[in-house]
Every structure is written in C-alpha cells, then in structure tokens.
C-alpha cells in the first residue's frame, strides 16, 4: 500500500476532514472572474494581472493544505518529494458531514455559469429562417424597413430592451442608418438585424443625421470585439491581410447587372470594401467576419513552397502538453474469491430451491399504478420453465425432424413489463440446453438499430423467436397476419410461451442438469460506437462464477429482498435480478420503466414497502425521484444497506448520488450504502464499492484538472479553475480479477500510475468472445498487456472493458469515461459524457430535455470533429435557442477548451430513441450523416474547430515572366501555343470571298439564285411558320433600309436598336440597317409576363448603345409603351420606335458602301454571367472573316441544312442565325428556344424530319431535353424519331464543358439512333465568338479532308489545378477531374496561354489565361462613357515576353493546351484545347484560385434533395446557395452536409449556406449560372431564403 501512495498518485486528494476543508469566498471568486475577463479584452497587462490576483489569494495560500505555493502553479505534485498525510484506518466508518466544498457535484454547474459570464453580452449572426420552417415560434413583430416585399425573416425580430419611442407617421421607413442606430443602441441578436457586443467604452449613442457609412463602422467596431475566446483559433479564412481590398477583376462596362441602376434608391450602406449594399444580410455577414478576425493560432512559418501538392497541416504535438511522469504500473489483484456454495451450476440451484423452497418468493411483478400482478414462487418457476423446455424440445418440429436441438439459438423477445415470463423463457432455455438471446421487442418496422438487430440474429442462426401472447398481438402484422419481417431480420417462427401453449412433460422425463461448463449458456448484445450489434457469448461457467462473485462482492444473503429498476433483460438488470437472485434464493421486486415513466418514485416506495436491503438503479432513476419526492413524506430508506449504481462509472453519476443523498438523507438513507459500480458488457461486473460492513476503505472522490485528462494525465486541480472534473470511485477490483490499465490506442502497454488508460479485467467470470466475429475476439477477449520494454505483463489474457480510467490510492477504482465516448480532437482526448455534462449545466431545463442530448464525433478532414444534438422544448423560441446554443459553445469552448463543429436543435421527439429511454447516438450520427435528422436549428461552427487546413499559398513574387520561359525550357516543356489551319493555303471554290461586305454577299446571291430557300422557320407545333429565299429576304431588306431613310430620317453611322422575338424579320431588319449604312444591336424583347426584370434590360442596352432608333413589331411597340412598362421604366424616354409589320414596298435608291472594311458592322451586346453588360465592335472585315473561318471548319456549301436551336441576340448564336447562311448560303431551319417550353421535342423531331446533318444547340436546350425527354425515348421512337442523320451537334458555349450534361445526352438518345460520337462543344467568347468548332468528325477523310479526331477528355488533379498547375491523372483517381476538349481551333486562329499577372507565355502543364489573335476578333469594346482605353488590352495586348510583335486579344477564361497523341486528317497532331472556367468567376481564396463549378458540383452531389447550387464570395467568406427540392423541413440538414464536403474535398470554410427555393438561381439563356446577380440578389434580401446559416 506504502508503494502505491509514493507512485504519483497523490495528486489524487482524498475527502478531506472539516478541518482542512477551505473555499475561496464568492466575492474573491468574482473578482477573480472579473480580473480574467480583463485580461482577456486587453484592460489590463499580464504583469497588473497577475499582481492583482496575487493580492487577491494571498490571504488564503497558506490554508491550502499545505501545499507548497510555486506547486499550485506548477499543477503538479512531485511525488518523490512529497509528504502524506496519513489515510484514514480502514475500519473507520465513513464521515458523513465531511463535505468539501471542492467536491460539490454542483461545482461543474458554477463553472460554466462562471466561464459564460466572461462571455456576457457577446453575441453571434443568428440564422435567418423563412416562416414556414419555424416549428415553434412566439415572436414579436419588429423588423427594420426594406425594400424586398418578403424578406427571409419577416418579424423575426425579438429585442431585450424595447425602443419605446414610437416614430411619428412620416417616418414609417426610416432611412438604414436610422435602423442601424437602433439596433446598435439595443445590443440584439435577431435574424433581421445584426447582433453587437456592447464593449466597455464602446456604446455610444448616436445622432439621428449619422450617416449609414458611419453607422456600419460603428458596427464594424463594436463587432471587432465580438469574438470567441477560443483555444485554437482559426485559420485565417481569407488568406489576404487585413488591408486587401476585394479582388474584384475589373469590370467591363461600368453599367453592372440589370436592375442595378434602376432598382436602388435611398441611402445605400457601405461595407468594408466598400461596395454599396442596401441590405441587411451584408451586415450579418460583416458581424460574422469581424467574429473571424482575429486568429489566435501562432503565426505561420514563414517559409512557402509554391507548388501544387497542398499539405494539410500536421497536427504536431504542443511541446508544453504533460506528460505521465509515475512509474508504470503492475496489474492489480481483487480479493480472492472465496469457498463457492455447493450448487455445481445455477440450475442446480434453481432445482434445490424449487424443490426444498417451493413456496419462496423469486419474482414481484408490478403493474403501472404499482400494484403487484403476479409473485413468481421458485416452486412455479421451477415447473414452468421445465414444463417450457419440455415444449422446445419435443412439441416444436418440422417434417417430423425437431426444429430445435440443444446448443440453438432462441429469440427472446419480451416486454419490459413482463418479467415474470421472461425468467421463465429464460431458464425454460437453460434447460433445454439452448441459447437464450434476450432482444428487445421490435415496435415499428423502422425502430433504431433493429436492423442491426436482425444482423445479429441471422448470424447467429437464430429461426425462433418466444415471446408472450400479449407481445405477439402487438407486433406489426403482415398481410396474412402472420408477424412481418423486420428490416435486415431473419425469417422467424414467432412461439408464444402463455401456459395454454406449453405441454406437461411426462412424469419420467427431467431436464437434465449438467455442471458448469464452457459451452455457450446465452448471448448478450451490446451495440457498438459506429451501431454495429455484437453478440457477446457468456458460458455457462462465467455465468456461474459471475454470480458467485456479485455474491461475495455484494454480501448477498439467502432471502434477501432486492429492487430491480434496471432492464432485466441485459447488463446488471440480468446479472443481479435474473441469475444472481436464483443462485442466493432472493426475492427480486422489478419496477418496469413504463412505471418510473408515470411515477419516478416507485422504487423508493417499493423499498419503503418490502424493506428492501438493496436496490440496483441508475443514476437517471435517482435524478427522476428528485423531481417528485416533495409528493412523499412518509417513506424511509433505512432499510437499504446496498444501493448499486450501475452506471457510476459515468464521471457524472456523482452528482445524482450527491443530490439523491442530500435530499435523502433525511429519510433514513445512509451514505455509506450508495455503491456505485462499473461494468462492460464484454467483462461484466468490473468494479464495485462494496457495502460498509466489509471493512472496505473509505470512498474517493478527486478533483481533475480537465485539460490535463484531454492528453490522457492525471493531475489534482490545485487551484478553483473552471475546467474540472469531480469523479467518485467504483470501489475496488471484482474477487479473484486481476486489473490493469493499458495504453487505448496501438500496442496495449501498460500505463503509467498518473495516467489514464483503457482498463482491462482478467478473470473467469467475463464473456468469452463476440459470436461469429473470431478476428474481434482475439482483440478484446484476448489480450495481452505488455510492459514498456515490449514483454507480457502477465500470463493471462486480459478482456478489455472499454472504460477509461485508472487505479487510485487505496486501489480504488476511478473511471473518466468510455471508449464508446471517446473523441480524439485535434490529438486530445474529450469525452461524450463531459460535454453533455457542460452542456446541461446552461440553463438546462428551460430549452431542451435533459435526457435528450446526443454528442458524437465525425470524421471531417482528416480529423474528427464534435457535433451536439439535442432535443428543442416546444416552447422555446426560436430567439431563445439560438442563445442557448451560442452558450452551449461558449461553456464547451471555456471548459473543455475544444470547439464544437456542429451543434444542432430538433424537434421534441424527433430523435431515435434507445429501448428503454435515452438517445439511440448511433443512429442519431447516421441520420446527421445521412442529411435525415431534420432539425429546427443549427449552428455550425468550422471556423473554429477546423485547424489543419493546408497552409494558404503565397505567391512568390521574384519569378519574372523570362525566368519561367527558361524554366519551361530546361524542364523540357513546351510553350503552350496552337492555331487553326492556315486560310491562305486552304483552296476553296468559295464565291463569296470576292466580297467585302454581308449586304454585298446577299445582292449577288438575290441575283444569282433568287429562289434559293435559305431559313425555314419553326413554330412550336413543329409546323413551318414562315420562310425566306434569298431574293425574298433581299427585298424585306430594302423596305428597312428605306423606311430608316424616309421615316426615320437616320444618317449612315447612326445606331438602330432591333427588338425582335426569334425570327426571319429579325435577319431582313439587320440587312436592312446594313443597306442604310446603320449599324444595327439585336435586343431580346422584354417578356410580357415578367416586365418588371426584362424591360430595364431593353432600356439599358438601347442607352448605352446610343441607338437612335428602335425597330420592331406592333405588338413589342404596344409592350414598350403600355401601361405595365410604366412601372418598371420611364417610357418617356425611348428614342423613336418604328414598327416594320407593314412597310411600302420601296426599293433602295442607293446602297451604302462603307468607307473601309474596317468600318463598324454591327455591335454585339451581351450579359456575362458575372453580370456586366457590355457591346463589343465588330467590323465588316471581321464579319466575313467570321463567316468564312465557321464555312471551312463546318463544310458548309448551299446543299446543305443545319438546324438551329439557340438565341439569336449575340455571340455565336447571332452569327449562325443572322450571317452564316447568307455568306455559305446553306440552308438554316431555325428553333427558337422559348417554343421548347411548350414542346420539348420541337428540336429533335425537326432534325429528324430534316435529316440534318450538322446541328447546333445550347446547354440549357440540351438540359431541357435531357430532364423533359429522359424517359419519353421510347415514345420519341414511335413516333418516327431517328438521330442517326446527325454527324456534328454542337453545343455553342462560353464555358467549361459540361461532361456530365453530354454524356447523359448522348446516353438518353443513343436508342433513337443518335452517335455518341456526334456531340461536341465549341468555344467562344467576347472579344472572339468562334475559337473552337468541331468539324464533321463522322465525315469520310476524302471529304476535303477535314474528318477531325474525336474531342479528348483528360482527367486533371483539382488540388494542382488551384495553383494553376496542370497535373494528369489517372480516371477515378482521388482529386481527379474530366475536362473535356473545347472543339478544334477554328482556320485562321492563333491560341497561347499566357500568365494573368506577368503576360508572359507559360508551358503547356500551367493553367493560365487563354489569347487569341484571328482576323474575326472583336475591335473593342463599345461603352457609353467611352472607357475602352480601361479594357483596350483585352482586344489589343501584346506577350511581355518572346514574341513581342503579336497583338492578342484576352479571352478572360483559363485554360490550357495539351498536344494529343491524336492526328486530324492531314497527319498533324492535334492540339486540344481545355477550357476550365472564367477568370471573373474565379474564387481567390487561402492564395489559391477556385473555380465554382467544382465547388458546385460537390455540393450537389452531398444530398439528394439539392437540384442545383451556386458559389461566390463575399468579402472572402464563401456563401453557398443551394436549391431544396424537397420538403423545407430537410433545409437544416444540407447545412451540415454541404459544409462537410467542401472542407473534405476543396479544404474550404463555408462562411455562408443559403437554403432557397428551385428556380431561384438565375441562369441566362445560354444555361449560364449569373452567380453575381445572386450575389447582388442575396445581398439585397431579394432572395426570400428557406433558411441562411451563418457559420462561425
């Protein structure tokens, strides 16, 4: 004993006398909190604090036990030096008052309230939540003014302090600034406004003139201050400093997005970067960023390797962490066990008692009023169960062979209600030789875990299942009747074993009755930390010796009347009431759990009543009786020598035995009868506080420094910190077990005295393996602990128990927690149960159910991370939980000094629950995996918690653009450059080059072949609605061209706006302008059902093209000026409108010939999808040039037909609609899009009828007939559909490639003949609208030889891709991405990528911007302020380095080439070229560049219910809006899940997760995702959002 006080133990601090007993008063335990507090905001310097608290304690050093001072700091006690004081003698009785504050069980709940107030006013952005979704809401109504008719929030504002001055009735909507000033004033946290913590010196009050850009800085400075003290601070989520400004690629035109100019009036507040936003959700952004400020994680080093290969960031070891410093310790022996009784086996005992005994009470069974039903006597138990065992043996057969024979498993399947007929099932079992599996009885088909029930029924053979008649009734039925089949279960023959169904053995038949021995007596289960069920198999000589040691250890007498309120079926319920009772002839009186549920009192009351002398309950039952005992006066407890507390091994069971005590104690309970006990299922009973009259040592009780146990140490908190933890003993090691510590993870050594390990049990009363599972067996049922040197430390295999815990002085046992419970964060270990603890001791009962709160760790990025759930009161707001839940951070954050990932709120009794009460965690973590648990709020919080994120990429600023040639060079890579064919060498009979103009080119075709048809077009029945030859189209261009002469009186030069719907008067009016020497910009009319977005569209690009006049129909006249248009724009202020649907047939008197071919054209207008508008030039030479380049590369000749299907209003589209044929004079059958809405087919049965070889489309079309047509294949087919005409459908495009998109195309069609082959993508954009076009690829290669190869998809590593590197990859490996070709580069075009920055060439393994020089590029960009000096690179830019003398165009989309091992027709090989994405759409985020489909494409993948999804930034925090398409209920649950998957497959924080409706994003005709309109629309609260959380 002297040995093991003097191994370092002594940290442990034995309950001490009164005498010694000493606490810091409240006052000084404030001002201590307030000196802390201080500290923390920068008040005060470390110096002057730790001064001031040395004033404060020095009054009380020298009371502390003596201790020396310099050690209270160290936290450790050297136990070489130290001195004991002497234990107490162990035949002492225990003191009964000797109390120590230090170890009140309540202490916990203090020191949360303590580490909250540090906290106090500091708040975080709540969740904005759309009505609908609320589960419970009692709310005020109070929400700032806005311009959104519904905002997410409406009313969902609940303020502390209520503004009482009302605004008088003309300021019914103040200004912004006005609301900021009151939100600032009233400290809220509310979904509408943004929270501020009010900081010392920081509440100012400000005047009502304050301007909204002063206001959001005040918010901006109180917000600096609102941020989580947190351990580990998080990494910097921008990756820039402070001072950078939102890299933004500069804007085209200065006119941005559609209804920017024209939709925002009043006061506009600022944000830091000064972009204006008239929003509120901006703001809860802002308060969020200034929550994330400032990371309190150590600087980063300063070194940075510039390369693709992203290292997440090793978690290393904190040198200052303590380590174990006892010496290793010997495995500890329990008593020995002595003389057993003279029962050979337990049913030797149950045949001696049933015999000499008949008449002795076995069994009280209670109803749920109390009363007793039924008293099962040994003499009936005896009978019936072998009256049952008779049945199983010799009633029970099937084809005259018996069903069952000895060593079987059976089903138990019975109430927790009915006792008495499962001890009799069970020991009818016993008897029968077979082998009981006692289960729990299945209520639905979709109970928790039952699946993984059946899983262990069917592998341990299991086919019959008993069970009581009652049971059997209530059982899910299937159609026949018959019992159903549970989900995963074995097929079952269901036995009811009431008496009507048992037969009488004949008088010479007895079960026979052998001696103890190893074959299998029943099957335990117990489920896993991951939910998996294992059967743990129990001999019949444990099950034997097990009861031999509870008797010894228990002091259990013959006769002894014991209270089981556990479940009898497993675990200590079984152990104590169901074997070891029959062994000692006890009386057992079991108290169901439907009782306790109605009446939580029962139990004590059944003491009172039948005199028990022990009671076996669980500290939940003690903590339930506290709550209703006032109703009780007249009961006593002094009966009790024994209370076993089965679960005591939970550190927090200490404060229900305190609690239960103090309440108690006035009833006649002793202390020293409270016993609690630590058991597995694996090992059994592993430790117990044995009863007083054994002479045992007193119980220990020790104060934990919490953050020491996190890296598995023990050290005695030596002074009154927060993080403690307050544990009681086990009592000692089970007679005849040998104990040990090991290490929990890798080889199992032996640990050290002062450190905390997995205890194991060696002993012949534990299960001997799991049932089947032979692999799982050698690793926990037989085990060998070894010592440090590598040697066993004993002969013996060890169980391991999975308890964590350690031996103490006295060889008491003291466990911290279990396996099960075990979350290993960031290399430290936490504890399920601790956090819970925490949890609950923040106002607790107010907002959620005590029993319902569920902690589990999930593995995200390489690390697990901690997520709370717990049930919501019906009557908690939504204002209220919100509170709590930040709370809930704060404490876990200040105690256990780790960050909580995800703490989420659902329902009341939504959550699967356990048989017999508690949460099912298991599948609680399943279902928060599976995106099913659907709760009402959640708060994520990765900024936090997630540490070891890849270090942010720092760009090295010293490499110039000629070292990287070099370096390409010597690397032996090539600069990446590619063209088309040469269009000087390329012959061919084209007529139409001998012309310089479009309009020259339509004159000489009216002449030549006037009845040449050249557009059909189609009207939505698939019919043709009207058509035009060349002559015909030359005349309807004439009467244009005249009418813009005559009556409109325009000059050559001057701009005419053509609003027209897709059609032929389209084309004839843009030949017309051309005759009239205008120069003509295609509009797309506004859509009358929804003027309001579309109108100020029209008006903005009719302004900024200066268009003089505008051409169109009478009915888009009536539109423009109609009653409706009013609303959206001033119609006053259209410039002439003239309509063409009845224009004199006038002849031109003289065409217009332009001065030069260099001369404007026309001006392409478009929207990119970052939202600027802007008119590129063309020139009549670039025009033709277009038009031939697309003739070569298409094989386009006047016998021809391509059918069209895109907008004919800008890019690629215009050009195929409005020039190609004319200058080709192939004939163009052309689709307008907008009929697809009404017949999805339109598209592809015209190719069908036409026969059409070349076809072009767009995304969006494609998509339209990929969702609307994916199942109707078969009745396209009936229908004479056949694709197999098709060579080439192209899919013109201003994008990456969407792969997925072509290959399910093609997939879907390929019945209807189509050739997977036949689909490709071209590549276009601004400043060129034809780079890439993949020609015919079916063509025969003598067919002019331009048969090119089939598009290659490579697959490309994402992580190098973020660095602009091009790594290849194999497919399906991890990271890997397929890019697909973007077409053959067009005859006459030059490619080369260049570097952004330096516009230096790079080597073909850089991802960098593509450029472009061909004589069809744009001529610049046309804008109203005249500004294209700002953009004049982007049309004319020249290499910084090697060839100088080109001049480029910038496309403004990375990209980069590859050489294939591919050769086109004329043997070269074939350069592809791979578009990735956008330069404007890029993320830059950590020093990296992230494209946003990917991100997107994540995302969507993560849930079945996301339809689509869209990324961008905002003052570097990534906002991700999702499309739910699905009930609202799941919106919560794609928070958790989209922000899993971006950190596990980008290594990104999400800042934002926005939950909208289907449809919201919007998409341009082209199927473009416009993520910057969403921006401005999420920023302006124009989004009406199911839910936006906002992480921290």
């Known amino acids: 004993m002297a040995e093991r006080h003097s191994t370092g133990l002594l940290m442990m601090m034995l309950e001490p006398n009164p005498a010694i007993a000493m606490t810091l008063p409240a006052e000084v335990r404030e001002k201590l909190a307030e000196l802390e507090l201080e500290l923390s905001e920068g008040d005060i310097t470390q110096k002057g604090y730790e001064k001031k608290r040395g004033k404060l304690l020095a009054p009380f050093i020298p009371q502390i036990q003596g201790v020396d001072p310099s050690l209270q700091v160290d936290h450790r006690i050297q136990a070489s030096s130290q001195v004991v004081p002497p234990g107490p003698k162990h035949s002492k009785a225990r003191a009964v008052n000797s109390r120590d504050e230090r170890f009140r069980s309540d202490l916990h709940t203090e020191a949360v309230q303590a580490a909250l107030a540090k906290y106090k006013d500091r708040k975080v952005p709540m969740p904005s939540k759309r009505r609908s979704v609320l589960v419970q809401s009692s709310v005020e109504a109070c929400t700032p003014p806005d311009t959104s008719s519904a905002s997410e929030d409406e009313g969902s504002l609940r303020r502390q302090g209520r503004v009482t001055s009302s605004s008088p009735p003309y300021q019914a909507h103040p200004s912004v600034e006005h609301w900021f000033n009151r939100v600032i004033q009233c400290s809220s946290t509310s979904s509408s406004a943004s929270s501020t913590s009010s900081h010392p010196g920081g509440r100012g009050q400000h005047s009502g003139n304050t301007t909204s850009a002063s206001a959001a800085t005040v918010l901006a400075d109180l917000m600096a201050h609102t941020q989580l003290d947190n351990h580990f601070a998080p990494p910097d989520v921008t990756g820039l400093s402070e001072h950078s400004q939102f890299a933004e690629h500069p804007q085209v035109a200065p006119v941005r997005g559609l209804p920017r100019g024209y939709t925002h009036t009043g006061s506009a507040m600022e944000t830091a970067d000064g972009v204006p936003v008239n929003s509120r959700v901006s703001s809860k952004i802002q308060q969020l960023l200034n929550t994330l400020k400032k990371p309190k994680r150590p600087p980063l080093c300063e070194f940075f390797v510039d390369d693709f290969k992203e290292l997440l960031d090793a978690q290393l070891p904190d040198p200052n962490q303590p380590k174990a410093e006892g010496v290793q310790m010997s495995p500890l022996r329990g008593e020995p066990l002595a003389l057993v009784s003279s029962s050979a086996s337990l049913l030797a005992s149950l045949q001696r008692w049933g015999s000499t005994q008949p008449k002795s009470p076995c069994l009280t069974a209670l109803d749920n009023a109390g009363k007793p039903v039924y008293t099962l006597t040994y003499g009936k138990l005896w009978t019936r169960s072998q009256k049952l065992a008779y049945t199983l043996l010799n009633k029970l057969s099937t084809r005259n062979e018996p069903l069952l024979r000895p060593g079987d498993r059976v089903a138990l399947v019975f109430p927790n209600n009915d006792p008495v007929m499962f001890l009799v099932a069970f020991y009818g079992c016993l008897l029968a030789e077979l082998v009981p599996v006692p289960i729990e009885v299945p209520l639905t088909r979709k109970d928790a875990g039952s699946q993984q029930i059946g899983f262990l029924l069917g592998s341990c053979g299991v086919t019959l299942a008993l069970t009581t008649d009652a049971c059997q009734k209530g059982l899910p039925k299937a159609q026949t009747g018959e019992v159903a089949t549970f989900k995963g279960w074995p097929r079952l023959l269901w036995f009811v074993t009431d008496g009507k169904h048992v037969g009488k053995p004949p008088k010479d038949w007895s079960p026979p009755l052998r001696d103890a021995r190893s074959d299998p007596a029943y099957i335990e289960y117990k489920t896993s930390k991951e939910g998996s069920t294992m059967g743990i198999t129990v001999t019949h000589a444990a099950m034997l010796a097990h009861c031999h040691v509870l008797t010894q250890a228990c002091g259990y007498v013959e006769g002894e009347t014991i209270t089981n309120v556990l479940d009898f079926k497993r675990d200590a319920g079984l152990w104590h009431g169901v074997l070891t009772s029959v062994l000692n002839r006890m009386h057992v009186i079991s108290i169901p759990y439907s009782l306790m549920k109605v009446n939580?009192?029962?139990?004590?009351?059944?003491?009172?009543?039948?005199?028990?002398?022990?009671?076996?309950?669980?500290?939940?039952?003690?903590?339930?009786?506290?709550?209703?005992?006032?109703?009780?006066?007249?009961?006593?407890?002094?009966?009790?020598?024994?209370?076993?507390?089965?679960?005591?091994?939970?550190?927090?069971?200490?404060?229900?035995?305190?609690?239960?005590?103090?309440?108690?104690?006035?009833?006649?309970?002793?202390?020293?009868?409270?016993?609690?006990?630590?058991s597995s299922a694996e090992a059994m009973t592993v430790a117990l506080r044995r009863p007083p009259e054994m002479g045992v040592p007193p119980p220990g009780k020790a104060v934990l420094s919490m953050s020491r146990l996190s890296y598995g140490v023990i050290r005695v908190d030596t002074e009154e910190k927060l993080s403690v933890l307050t544990l009681q003993d086990v009592g000692q090691a089970m007679p005849g077990a040998l104990v040990c510590v090991v290490r929990p993870e890798g080889t199992p050594c032996l640990c050290r005295t002062d450190e905390v390990g997995e205890i194991c049990v060696s002993s012949s009363s534990s299960g001997s393996s799991y049932f089947g599972l032979p692999g799982m067996t050698k690793n926990v049922f037989e085990m060998v602990p070894v010592t440090a040197s590598g040697s066993p430390a004993s002969d013996r295999l060890f169980t391991r128990t999975s308890l964590l815990g350690f031996v103490g002085p006295d060889n008491l046992l003291f466990v911290v927690g279990k396996m099960d419970g075990l979350m290993m964060v960031s290399g430290r270990r936490h504890n399920a149960d601790d956090v819970v603890a925490t949890a609950l001791a923040v106002e607790p009962m107010k907002f959620v159910y005590r029993g319902r709160i569920a902690v589990f760790s999930v593995y995200v990025l390489h690390d697990e991370r901690i997520v709370v759930v717990a049930e919501q009161r019906p009557d908690a707001s939504e204002e209220d939980s919100f509170q709590w839940m930040s709370r809930v951070l704060q404490a876990i954050d200040s105690i256990h000094q780790v960050g909580v990932y995800c703490l989420a709120l659902v329902p009341a009794n939504t959550l699967p629950k356990a048989p017999l009460g508690g949460i099912h965690v298991s599948e609680t973590k399943q279902r928060f995996l599976d995106g099913a648990l659907h709760p009402c709020n959640v708060l994520m919080c990765p900024h936090t918690c997630v540490t070891n994120l890849p270090k942010p990429r720092q760009k090295q600023p010293e490499v110039g653009p000629a070292s990287m040639i070099v370096g390409n060079l010597v690397a032996g890579k090539r600069i990446a450059q590619a063209c088309g064919r040469d269009l000087a060498q390329l012959e061919d009979n084209d007529q139409a080059r001998k012309f310089l103009y479009m309009q020259d080119v339509l004159q000489w075709r009216a002449q030549a072949t006037p009845e040449h048809s050249l557009f059909l077009l189609l009207n939505a029945k698939g019919t043709v609605a009207s058509t035009a030859s060349c002559l015909q189209l030359h005349k309807r261009a004439e009467r244009v061209s005249v009418a813009l002469m005559e009556k409109g009186r325009l000059n050559p030069g001057d701009h005419v706006a053509l609003v027209y719907p897709p059609g032929i008067d389209l084309i004839a009016t843009f030949y017309g302008c051309l005759y009239a020497g205008c120069v003509p910009v295609t509009v797309r009319p506004p859509h009358p059902q929804n003027l309001a977005t579309t109108l100020p569209t029209v008006k903005m690009i009719v302004e900024v093209s200066k268009s003089v006049c505008i051409l169109t129909t009478q009915a888009i006249m009536k539109l423009l000026k109609s009653k409706e248009a009013t609303a959206a724009v001033d119609v006053k202020t259209w410039p002439m409108v003239l309509d063409t649907d009845d224009l004199p047939r006038k002849k031109t008197p003289q065409m217009y010939k332009p001065p030069t071919p260099e001369t404007l054209a026309y001006l392409d207008f478009s929207v990119s999808t970052t939202g600027i508008l802007a008119g590129v030039k063309m020139s009549h030479a670039a025009t033709t040039a277009l038009c031939r380049s697309v003739k070569l590369q298409c094989e386009l000749y006047p016998s021809r037909q391509i059918a069209i299907c895109l907008d004919p209003y800008c890019g690629l589209g215009f050009a195929l609609w409005c020039l190609c044929s004319v200058y080709s004079g192939h004939q163009s059958i052309l689709v307008p899009p907008l009929e697809l809405e009404s017949n999805v087919s339109l598209w592809l049965s015209a190719v069908s009828q036409f026969k059409v070889r070349v076809t072009f489309c767009s995304y969006s079309v494609m998509e339209m007939c990929t969702k609307g047509l994916g199942s109707q294949a078969e009745a396209l087919r009936l229908r004479n559909v056949n694709l197999s005409c098709v060579r080439t459908c192209m899919v013109v495009a201003e994008e990456r490639p969407r792969i997925n998109l072509t290959q399910s195309f093609s997939k879907i069609f390929k019945d209807l003949g189509l050739s997977p082959r036949a689909v490709s993508t071209t590549f276009g954009c601004r400043v060129n609208v034809a780079i890439c076009l993949q020609p015919n690829r079916l063509g025969n290669v003598a067919e002019k030889g331009t048969a090119g190869p089939d598009p290659t998809t490579v697959y490309v590593d994402m992580r190098a891709l973020r660095h602009d590197r091009v790594r290849l990859v194999e497919r399906g490996s991890p990271h890997s991405l397929p890019l697909m070709e973007s077409g053959k580069i067009l005859p006459g075009v030059k490619v080369i990528i260049a570097n952004t920055e330096t516009k230096g060439p790079l080597g073909d393994s850089h991802l960098g911007e593509i450029w472009v020089s061909a004589p069809h590029n744009g001529a610049g960009y046309y804008t109203v302020y005249g500004e294209e000096a700002l953009h004049a690179d982007h049309f004319c830019t020249r290499l910084s380095f090697g060839d100088t003398q080109t001049v480029w165009a910038r496309t403004g989309y990375l990209g980069f080439l590859r050489r294939t091992e591919l050769t086109d027709a004329s043997g070269e090989r074939h350069d592809a070229l791979y578009v990735v994405g956008a330069l404007d759409e890029t993320l830059e985020l950590r020093g990296m560049r992230y494209h946003p489909i990917d991100i997107e494409t994540s995302v969507i993948r993560s849930h079945k219910s996301i339809a689509e999804c869209a990324v961008f930034t905002w003052t570097n925090l990534l906002v991700v809006v999702v499309e739910l398409e699905g009930s609202e209920q799941e919106a919560l649950d794609l928070v958790a899940l989209v922000t899993n998957v971006v950190l596990e497959e980008h290594y990104l924080i999400v800042g934002v997760v926005v939950v909208v409706d289907p449809g919201v994003i919007p998409i341009n005709s082209r199927g473009e995702k416009q993520r910057m309109h969403l921006r401005d629309g999420f920023l302006g609260d124009q989004l009406d959002p199911i839910y936006v959380a906002y992480n921290m």
């Open 600 to 678: 939580p009192l029962s139990w004590i009351q059944k003491v009172h009543t039948y005199k028990a002398r022990v009671a076996v309950v669980k500290s939940r039952d003690m903590h339930w009786s506290l709550l209703s005992q006032k109703d009780q006066r007249d009961i006593s407890l002094s009966s009790l020598r024994m209370l076993i507390v089965a679960d005591g091994a939970n550190p927090w069971s200490i404060s229900s035995c305190d609690a239960f005590l103090n309440v108690f104690q006035a009833r006649g309970l002793r202390p020293e009868v409270i016993c609690p006990c630590a």
